[in-house]
């Protein structure tokens, strides 16, 4: 069965980085798309970042300039590095994709505080 695990969440202090990972089992990962999502309290989950099979980006407009998305098909592993980090970054991260259906990994927690 899809199985994504997600890793790398932490707490930061503003200005910091962190990247995530996310390995994917159970698919053809150089075949798939794939992208992060963040859920804050109290708010929906929204889209960070995503990535084609053909290395292709796009960003929310709230992370551009400071996040980056990127895949290694070798290790089925898409990671999310995270730079200039702000408090409103606050948020469980979640790896994702797409096959007939939405997959979600468990998520990971990033707090960005001081």
């Known amino acids: 069965q899809v199985q994504l695990v997600e890793s790398g969440g932490g707490l930061v202090q503003p200005g910091g980085s962190l990247r995530l990972s996310c390995v994917a089992s159970?698919?053809?990962?150089?075949?798939?798309?794939m992208a992060w999502y963040r859920q804050a309290p109290g708010l929906q989950r929204e889209l960070v970042a995503d990535i084609s099979s053909g290395g292709t980006t796009t960003y929310a407009d709230s992370v551009k300039g400071r996040f980056t998305i990127s895949r290694d098909n070798a290790k089925s592993t898409v990671y999310l590095q995270m730079n200039s980090l702000k408090p409103e970054d606050t948020a469980v991260y979640y790896c994702s994709t797409n096959i007939y259906r939405y997959y979600w990994g468990q998520g990971t927690q990033v707090t960005v505080s001081s």
């Open positions: 159970g698919i053809i990962f150089s075949i798939n798309s």
